[in-house]
């Protein structure tokens, strides 16, 4: 399922997004993994996700490196946008549309190194007596 705005994020474009979410996923729990956008974390968006039986599961801030989508969307502006223009909006949201339609199958082999949930640990200090 692909949404598409050419305006602003709201609470409101959220609940949209929700309530598109739901309908094509009945009877399937769902789980959505989300930053901590002002928008998303508003009383109207929780109780909407919660008459919806989604779960809201929300990042640590300032996190970008557990936020697969940003990983995603760094791989979608280097395949579309660097070096290329668009005539209009429309062309523009096509390419992106066309990106995104092709992670399965031209883009799988980049994307499945790019999108590892594998993360590096690091231990705790050890320190040294001087």
């Known amino acids: 399922m692909t949404v598409s705005n050419d305006g602003y994020i709201n609470a409101q474009s959220v609940c949209d997004l929700l309530q598109k ?16 956008a ?15 039986n989604i779960e809201m599961l929300y ?3 300032y996190s970008p490196n557990l936020n697969l989508i940003e990983r995603l969307w760094k791989f979608v502006k280097k395949q579309v946008l660097y070096s290329k ?5 429309g062309a523009f949201s096509a390419a992106i549309t066309d990106c995104l339609a092709r992670t399965h199958t031209d883009h799988k082999a ?3 190194s790019l999108l590892t949930l594998r993360f590096q640990t690091l231990k705790e200090p050890q320190t040294v007596a001087a």
């Open 110 to 112: 980049s994307l499945d």
């Open 85 to 89: 223009y668009y005539a209009d909006f």
């Open 59 to 61: 990042l640590p801030s």
């Open 38 to 52: 002002r928008y998303q974390k508003c009383k109207v968006v929780w109780a909407l996700a919660e008459s919806l």
């Open 21 to 36: 979410i739901a309908a094509s996923h009945a009877g399937i729990p769902i789980t959505l993994v989300l930053d901590n």
